[in-house]
């Protein structure tokens, strides 16, 4: 099925750092959201965007939904070791959303 | 944000049973339910869409017949895994979305089946 582009797929990181992830797509679309999984659970709902060009934070997190409804950024500022996970960009059409492949986050202290 | 529990967490069933997933969501009404399946290293699949009382909507190559939804409650949705087969194993998460939360999805803490 369809799914978006995200980048990067892996980060290995030093705690303290930033850190960068984007999703783009040859659609567009209505929300974007941001989602966070950790091993055997489901995922976290992080950030919702709701308009192009909307810029929103969440403590540390700070997600924009692009000028062309196709793409979004995910940037985490100063990393701590609980933010290790996968990060999931998830584009929101009529009904159904539209995932991006994940960035795995890997932190080291 | 919003609550959405599932249940079990892990179940363990012979081949050839059936198997029941309950996904609640326990503080909004949640108007239409998704069921996901995810295999290890990938990203969540979108099986099924399901609106309360009304049929499910199938994503192509889903097999209707052998998973089952249910949406009778704008509460409870329900997947039931039919004659059950290893190449079932899997992460199956349920979402929800409704009420003041119309407009994003959220999600279960997920099921984790393995079929012997």
């Known amino acids: 099925g369809q799914q978006l582009n995200q980048s990067p797929q892996s980060m290995f990181i030093q705690e303290g750092e930033d850190v960068s992830m984007n999703c783009t797509s040859s659609s567009i679309f209505n929300t974007w959201l941001w989602y966070k999984q950790e091993p055997g659970e489901g995922p976290v709902l992080l950030i919702a965007?709701?308009?192009?060009?909307e810029l929103t934070s969440n403590g540390r997190l700070t997600a924009q939904f692009g000028i062309t409804r196709k793409d979004s950024f995910l940037n985490i500022s100063a990393s701590i070791p609980s933010d290790v996970g996968i990060y999931f960009c998830?584009?929101?059409?009529?009904?159904?959303?539209?995932f991006g492949q994940g960035t795995r986050l890997t932190i080291n202290p | 944000g919003a609550v959405v529990s599932q249940h079990p967490s892990r179940v363990i069933c012979k081949s050839g049973t059936s198997v029941k997933i309950e996904c609640r969501s326990l503080d909004f009404q949640a108007t239409t339910m998704f069921w996901y399946r995810q295999f290890p290293k990938q990203s969540l699949m979108l099986m099924a869409t399901?609106?309360?009382?009304?049929?499910?909507?199938?994503e192509q190559g889903v097999e209707k017949d052998k998973f089952l939804i249910n949406h009778a409650s704008l509460t409870l949705s329900t997947l039931t895994v039919t004659s059950a087969h290893p190449e079932d194993s899997s992460f199956y998460i349920c979402s929800a979305s409704g009420g003041p939360f119309q407009e994003t999805q959220y999600f279960g803490p997920g099921t984790r089946l393995l079929v012997l």
């Open positions: 399901s609106n309360e009382g009304s049929k499910a909507t199938y």
């Open positions: 998830a584009g929101r059409g009529a009904q159904k959303l539209v």
């Open positions: 965007l709701y308009k192009a060009g």
